[in-house]
C-alpha cells in the first residue's frame, strides 16, 4: 500500500535537479531538494509523536518550509490544518480545542500566547518563523534525509480546513487523499499545465487556493513556481516577464490595473490568468481583456469541494460566469427545499457531487447529514442559474456569506460579538460592494434606548477579537433595524441603503 497522494506526486516529479519553487529574494528549491527537505519533516514529525490520523496545526507565515511541512503532514500519515494568520489568540482556542491536534506549529512571535491553548489538549508547540527557522526546523535539520511514506489509502483524510457557518460556529472541512489528489489530476489537465509552465504564486498558502489548487497542480504537472510571501505590486510586475501563468484573487487583477507598467507587452508571453474565492466583475474581466488581450478564466470552488466548474481552456471564457462543471464533477440547480432541479434559466442552489467533495465536517455528524442530499449531493449554499449554452452563474448565496477580499466573513460571528458591547440592542452585518476587496464588511448597529454609542468604540472592541478581513470597515448607527411581518431584519433593505458606502 502507498501514500495515496503523495505518491501520486512522487510518480510524476521531473528530474531531481529541476527547480520547483524560487523565492523573491532568488533563493531554489529543486524537485530533489522537496523531497529531501518534506523528509526532514516528516521525520520530525514522526519524532514529535505523529502517527496516522493525527492533526498538525499550522498558523505561520508563508515560506517554502511551511509548504514543505504541508507535504511532510502527507508523507507522515498526517492530517494538515493550516489557519490563517490573521486569526487571533482567542479565535485560534476554538479550532485547537475541537480539532486536539498532535503537534501545533506557530509563529515564534505568538508562542506565548498560544502556550495555553496548545497545553489544553495536550499539543506538543513548535515554531516555524518567517525566516524559516524555528524550533520545528531545528528538529527538521537534525532529522533522516530518507523517509518512507505512511501508507494512506484514498479516503484517509490528509487535510481539514476550517469554514464559518452562519451559526457563528467554525466547521472543519474533512478532505481526503482522493478528494485533493483527484482535483489536482482534473485541473492540469483541465488548464493545460506542463513541466514547461511557470506559476506566479502570491496567494496565501492557509486556504484552499493557493494550498491545494495552486501547489497540487503545480506538483502533479512537474512545473515551478515564483513564490511571493504575499501580494506586492511591484514586485508581481518585476517577475510576470518570468512566468508563464498566474492565479489570483479578483483583488489582484484590481491592482494590476492600477498600474500604467501593466501593459500588453508585459505579459504578451503569459499562457494563462486563473481568478477565483471571490466574484469577478464583468467589468474587471473586459476592462483586463482590452488592456492586455488575455481572458481572465474564472472557476468556482468552496473549501468544501476544491474545484467544481471552470471557464474553458478554449472557447469563450464569459464574463460574469464560472463555467462549466469540471471533468467527473456533477453539478446541478436545484430547489432549495426540495433538492428537484430547477428549469434551465430559473435560479437554484447550486449541488455538486464528485470525487472532489468533502467526507463531511469534522465531528458533527448531523451537521454533515444536513448538507448532502439522500443522493449524496453537496447542497453548497449558492445560489446559481445555467444559461441555455451550459454556463453557470452565480447570482447570489444563501446564508449571507461575505467574501472580502478572497476570505469568507460570516456575520452571525461578528454580529456575536457587538451584542455584547454595552449599550447594543442589536446589529446586522453586511456586505457592500467595495471597489478592492470585492465586498466590505458593514456593521449597521442600533443602540439601547437613551445610549449613545461611539463606532470607534465598537472597531476597538472588536480588533482583538476578529482577524482584520473580518472587522467592518464601516459601522452605521440607527434607531432600529428594518425587519419584516415575520421579524426577520431585512438585510436586502440595509445592502440597498448602504451600498454606496465605497464607492
Aim: with cysteine; charged share 20%; aromatic share 8%.
Amino acid at each position: 500500500m502507498t501514500n495515496h497522494l503523495f505518491s501520486q506526486i512522487r510518480d510524476r516529479m521531473p528530474d531531481g535537479n529541476k527547480p520547483f519553487l524560487e523565492t523573491a529574494d532568488g533563493s531554489v528549491l529543486t524537485y530533489q531538494d522537496v523531497l529531501a527537505l518534506s523528509a526532514r519533516f516528516a521525520n520530525a514529525l514522526i519524532g514529535l509523536g505523529v502517527t496516522p490520523g493525527d492533526r498538525v496545526a499550522v498558523q505561520v507565515e508563508k515560506t517554502p518550509e511551511a509548504l514543505m511541512l504541508y507535504l511532510a503532514t502527507v508523507r507522515a500519515g498526517g492530517v494538515f490544518l493550516p489557519l490563517n494568520t490573521a486569526y487571533t489568540p482567542a479565535e485560534i482556542d476554538y479550532f485547537i480545542s475541537d480539532a486536539e491536534p498532535k503537534v501545533f506549529v506557530c509563529d515564534p512571535s505568538r508562542r506565548d500566547a498560544l502556550a495555553e491553548t496548545a497545553s489544553k489538549v495536550g499539543a506538543s508547540l513548535e515554531t516555524l518563523g518567517a525566516d524559516g527557522k524555528g524550533s520545528l526546523k531545528d528538529l527538521a535539520q537534525a532529522a533522516d534525509v530518507e523517509f518512507a511514506d505512511v501508507a494512506r489509502t484514498e479516503d484517509d483524510l490528509a487535510a481539514i480546513l476550517y469554514t464559518s457557518g452562519t451559526t457563528g460556529r467554525s466547521k472543519g472541512a474533512m478532505l481526503s487523499h482522493e478528494n485533493l489528489a483527484s482535483n489536482a489530476r482534473t485541473l492540469v489537465d483541465y488548464w493545460r499545465f506542463t513541466s514547461d509552465d511557470v506559476l506566479l504564486h502570491a496567494l496565501p498558502i492557509f486556504h484552499t487556493h493557493g494550498l491545494f489548487v495552486a501547489t497540487n497542480s503545480l506538483l502533479m504537472a512537474g512545473a515551478s513556481m515564483l513564490f511571493l510571501p504575499k501580494f506586492d505590486l511591484g514586485k508581481v510586475l518585476e517577475l510576470l516577464p518570468r512566468a508563464t501563468t498566474m492565479m489570483g484573487v479578483p483583488t489582484f487583477y484590481i491592482r494590476l490595473l492600477t498600474s500604467d507598467a501593466f501593459t500588453k507587452d508585459l505579459v504578451a508571453h503569459m499562457r494563462l490568468f486563473i481568478s477565483g474565492s471571490a466574484p469577478l466583475s464583468a467589468e474587471v474581466h473586459r476592462e483586463f481583456s482590452a488592456r492586455t488581450g488575455h481572458a481572465i478564466l474564472e472557476r468556482y470552488g468552496m473549501t468544501e469541494t476544491n474545484m467544481n466548474t471552470s471557464n474553458p481552456y478554449d472557447g469563450e471564457r464569459r464574463p460574469g460566469t464560472v463555467g462549466f462543471p469540471l471533468p467527473g464533477v456533477s453539478v446541478r440547480i436545484a430547489d432549495p427545499d426540495t433538492g428537484k432541479e430547477v428549469a434551465q434559466g430559473e435560479v437554484g442552489i447550486i449541488e455538486v457531487k464528485g470525487p472532489n467533495v468533502f467526507q463531511g465536517y469534522w465531528r458533527m455528524p448531523e451537521k454533515t447529514a444536513e448538507e448532502f442530499r439522500v443522493d449524496r449531493y453537496f447542497i453548497t449554499g449558492d445560489m446559481g442559474q445555467l444559461s441555455d449554452d451550459g454556463y453557470i452563474s452565480i447570482v447570489g448565496r444563501s446564508k449571507d456569506l461575505i467574501i472580502s477580499g478572497g476570505f469568507n466573513v460570516y456575520p452571525a460571528e461578528v454580529e456575536a460579538l457587538i451584542d455584547e458591547i454595552e449599550g447594543v440592542a442589536e446589529n446586522a452585518i453586511i456586505g457592500v460592494p467595495h471597489p478592492d476587496f470585492g465586498e466590505g464588511v458593514v456593521a449597521v448597529v442600533a443602540a439601547k434606548s437613551g445610549v449613545t454609542i461611539d463606532p470607534m468604540a465598537i472597531t476597538a472592541a472588536l480588533s482583538e477579537k476578529l482577524a482584520k478581513f473580518k472587522q467592518p470597515k464601516q459601522i452605521h448607527v440607527v434607531d432600529t433595524l428594518p425587519r419584516n411581518t415575520m421579524g426577520k431584519i431585512q438585510k436586502n433593505v440595509l445592502r440597498d441603503q448602504f451600498k454606496d458606502d465605497f464607492s
